[in-house]
């Protein structure tokens, strides 16, 4: 059952800001910056319905310091200045990302709690539910800038080994008592950083990966910008198919993957595309023919693994560029380029 | 019937004929035969439009001449001088009706024409004592003269034909004012401030009626304003003439038959050919003068007396500096005093000076202000009161001229300030000296230095330096099971 934001059950005030503030220090805060993302007890519905827009970290530096990062990225996609603070629906999902975090906590997988973490994916996704889609492209791009770097969450696994034995420490430090004579004991200690993928085991992990995809389905951007991720697969939702529709929408779209490969944008977005339909598909071939040109320009060269893709090479730059005279110099590096992918396609 | 010459005829029976180094019978004269004057008009007027009289005027003849049948005709005598001479005023002559001959005496056979290429002979002279004998294909005549034709007297009484372009003649123009019209004139003249001659010229009375001679003014004009013209033109009394010659002239709206500039009959004087009237002629043109001589002259009442000072030392006049506003255009505004009021002005506007301003710009500060100076113009910097330098060390305030207008050098010496002192006299005169070592360079005199602070740069490292982010359970708390938590509970 879909539940909309405005209908989750709401908890007390009190409990309400220090679960908000709990939220802005130790997700929002290390999401946008980096750093600890530290898991507390599970919010829950209730509180993270109750979340507030006006909500603003007392220390003003902190607060400072989590806009400019925001704004860093916005600079990226759009020429805008200023960006307003977390809306009501992006506090709702740093509320569901913790709760998201908090049932791969492994220590939830016990024998008499092994259901626990089900149900706490139950109501995460409830929640992500509720929030749906951003209304605007404006709040979409405000959206990304808090969540750009959601799938880069690594959980630090230390496994330390020692004259007895091992354990392994996810997610958290190893007593010191353990690290202690490491010379006459024999510990040694190997760190691992287990992505965001691969942090949920067992039986939670279908739903964490369903959840996870909802909450980065749930800032399109962030969706585009991180098609390249092995998982939770990329999928065209109608919001970015919509987004592609309007050249203002593909603008944005060609600077959120400006971090991508032009391979990886061929390989992985332009097949996924055909399937939506024939004109999406014409969309993202002009998206990709920009790039492709933008990259020819300053290169002046195709990267290799896209040689074996010539006919859509050469259809991307002739979507993208389809009135352009030879007797213009951008007219003849195009025709250079065409000719480029003709010779070293392949034969 | 006349007889063809041959080629290489030697031998030729009129008198007086003979051959020239063509072949062409050529005698010393050559005459031109015209039934009426009105031919001989054409004629003239037909030869002067291409050549001039001057050539023929040393033999040139004109007569009347009568044959023994009573009938007149106009005969045109020249000397021949050589065929191609002849082959003109032939081609001229037939166009106009006439007939040539050529002989010496008396006895003239017609020209060559193209039947006969090296001209006529005949052996059938007349056997007449008439001053005149012609020969032609056509006729053989005898004429005597009757009269002989003056060409002065012929052109003097041909009438002038109207040619309204000649209005638009350029050039110098001449003007016959008549009595009374003269002096109006001359007064127009002066105070239009045209260039222009005038003399009076005197013709005798027209009629036994007439108490003295017909004065008139005669204006030379060389260029007449366009807006004078129809004034001049229409105006009665006034006869506008264009010169055809130094010593005639034709009124405007007219053309004489005959190109007078051709013919050198007129040598002295002046003639004006009339369009109406008969022409005025001047047997001797009069001295011109000025018409700037003929201005108007008034003297002031009562006398003048110069009286002389008595001899002694004169006493230095001293005459104060006084500062008086001018209109003239503003140079050399190389300084500008700034009031203590506009320093914060000076302060804003630092911040958007060029770098070039504040290169070229020094500095001088006084009690009463400061003081900016810049050889490139201080205009770039738009406050205080701007300065000229009408000297290399004075500076007058801009719009303001010195009085009296005593030259700058003489001007600072009188104020007597050192070289290295830059003087400026303001407003109420007052001179105010700065010393050169006092300006200083704007640039550094504008940056305010302040003492360093170390900066404190740990907020923006922190904010843009992309670290990992890592989950952390260290604080997780896990609810005991009989807890009812609402983080477990849908919805």
């Known amino acids: ?18 679960a908000q503030a709990h939220v802005f220090e ?46 860093h990225v916005l600079r990226t996609l759009v020429p805008l200045d200023t960006i307003p603070e977390p809306s009501e629906r992006e506090w709702v999902l740093l509320g569901a990302l913790h709760d998201l975090c908090y049932a791969s906590y492994p220590g939830l997988s016990s024998v008499f709690r092994s259901s626990r973490a089900p149900r706490i994916l139950r109501v995460v996704q409830t929640i992500i539910d509720g929030a749906g889609y951003p209304t605007t492209v404006r709040e979409a791009i405000e959206t990304h800038t808090l969540f750009a770097r959601v799938l880069e969450i690594g959980r630090p696994d230390t496994t330390v080994r020692w004259w007895t034995g091992s354990r392994i420490f996810r997610g958290t430090q190893p007593p010191q008592r353990l690290l202690a004579m490491p010379e ?4 040694r200690v190997d760190r691992v950083q287990t992505k965001i993928d691969e ?111 010539s006919r859509e090479l050469s259809l991307s730059v002739r979507v993208a560029y389809p009135e352009v005279s030879n007797a213009s110099p951008f007219g003849r590096k195009l025709e250079l380029l065409l000719r480029s992918i003709e010779e070293h396609g392949p034969k | 019937m006349l007889d063809r010459i041959a080629v290489q005829q030697t031998r030729i029976r009129v008198p007086g004929l003979g051959l020239d180094h063509k072949g062409v019978a050529l005698g010393q004269r050559g005459v031109v035969l015209f039934a009426s004057i009105e031919r001989l008009v054409s004629f003239l007027s037909i030869y002067t439009r291409e050549r001039s009289l001057a050539d023929l005027m040393g033999g040139l003849e004109l007569y009347t001449v009568r044959s023994k049948l009573g009938h007149s005709e106009i005969l045109l005598s020249f000397l021949a001088e050589s065929s191609d001479r002849m082959d003109r005023m032939a081609e001229t002559a037939r166009l106009a009706g006439g007939y040539t001959f050529t002989g010496t005496s008396r006895h ?99 009629s036994a009626f007439d108490e003295g001679p017909i004065r008139r003014t005669i204006f030379r004009i060389p260029d007449l304003p366009k807006r004078m013209r129809k004034l001049f033109f229409s105006t009665p009394g006034m006869s506008c003439f264009f010169p055809s ?58 006398t003048m007396e110069a009286t002389a000072l008595p001899k002694a030392d004169p006493e230095v006049v001293r005459v104060p500096l006084r500062l008086a506003p001018s209109g003239k255009p503003w140079r050399s505004v190389t300084a500008t005093w700034i009031a203590p009021g506009d320093y914060d002005s000076l302060r804003k506007l630092a911040y958007a000076l060029p770098p070039r301003v504040i290169r070229e710009t020094q500095i001088a500060v006084t009690a009463s202000g400061l003081v900016l100076r ?71 005199f504008l940056v305010e230095a302040k003492p360093l602070s170390q900066l404190s740069s740990e907020g923006l490292e922190r904010t843009l330096s992309v670290e990992p982010i890592d989950l952390s359970f260290e604080s997780v708390e896990v609810p005991l099971l009989h807890e009812a938590d609402a983080a477990e509970e849908l919805p």
């Not at chain 1, 989750?8 to 409990?15: D, F, T």
């Not at chain 1, 519905?45 to 902190?62: M, N, T």
């Not at chain 2, 003639?271 to 008034?298: E, H, T």
Request: with cysteine.
């Open chain 1, 1 to 18: 059952m879909k539940a909309e934001l405005s209908t989750l059950p709401k908890a007390a005030p009190r409990e309400v800001s220090t």
């Open chain 1, 26 to 71: 130790h997700v929002a805060l290390p999401l946008v910056l980096g750093g600890h993302l530290e898991v507390g007890r599970p919010l829950g519905s209730k509180r993270i319905g109750a979340f507030e827009k006006a909500f603003r970290s007392p220390d003003q530096d902190r607060w400072g310091k989590f806009q400019l990062a925001r704004q």
């Open chain 1, 184 to 187: 006459l004991r024999g510990v």
């Open chain 1, 199 to 309: 942090i949920a085991e067992g039986s939670i992990r279908d739903p964490f990966f369903r959840a996870l995809s909802g909450l980065v389905r749930a800032s399109p951007i962030t969706n585009l910008a991180t098609f390249a991720r092995t998982w939770p697969s990329f999928e065209w939702d109608p919001w970015l198919v919509g987004l592609f529709g309007v050249s203002e929408g593909r603008r944005i779209a060609l600077r959120a993957v400006a971090a991508s490969s032009t391979t990886s944008l061929f390989q992985i977005l332009l097949p996924s595309a055909a399937r939506v339909s024939e004109s999406h598909k014409n969309h993202v071939l002009a998206l990709l023919g920009e790039r492709l040109v933008q990259e020819f320009l300053e290169t002046e060269k195709i990267p290799s693994e896209l040689r074996p893709l």
């Open chain 2, 108 to 206: 003239f056979v017609q020209y060559r024409d193209a039947f006969a290429p090296f001209g006529y002979d005949t052996s059938n002279l007349l056997p007449a004592d008439a001053d005149w004998v012609l020969y032609h294909n056509h006729f053989t005549q005898a004429y005597g003269t009757e009269k002989s034709i003056d060409l002065k007297s012929l052109l003097l009484r041909l009438e002038p034909r109207v040619d309204p372009s000649t209005y638009e003649t350029a050039g110098p123009l001449l003007i016959v004012a008549e009595p009374g019209v003269g002096g109006a004139l001359i007064h127009y003249l002066v105070r239009s401030k045209v260039d222009a001659e005038v003399c009076v010229g005197e013709w005798p009375p027209e």
């Open chain 2, 245 to 302: 010659t130094a010593f005639a002239s034709v009124e405007a709206g007219f053309r004489h038959p005959v190109e007078l500039r051709a013919c050198p009959s007129f040598n002295e004087g002046h003639v004006f050919f009339r369009g109406k009237r008969d022409p005025l002629v001047l047997a001797k043109m009069p001295a011109m003068g000025k018409v700037d001589a003929f201005s108007r002259v008034s003297f002031r009442d009562g």
């Open chain 2, 374 to 444: 810049s050889t490139a113009g201080i205009e770039a910097i738009p406050l205080g009161t701007f300065y000229i330098e009408i000297h290399p060390s004075l500076f007058i305030p801009a719009g303001y001229e010195v009085v009296p207008s005593v030259s700058p050098e003489v001007l600072f010496r009188a104020i007597g300030a050192p070289r290295d002192i830059h003087v400026f006299v303001a407003h109420d005169s007052t001179a105010v000296g700065i010393e050169e070592a006092h300006f200083s360079p704007l640039e550094t």
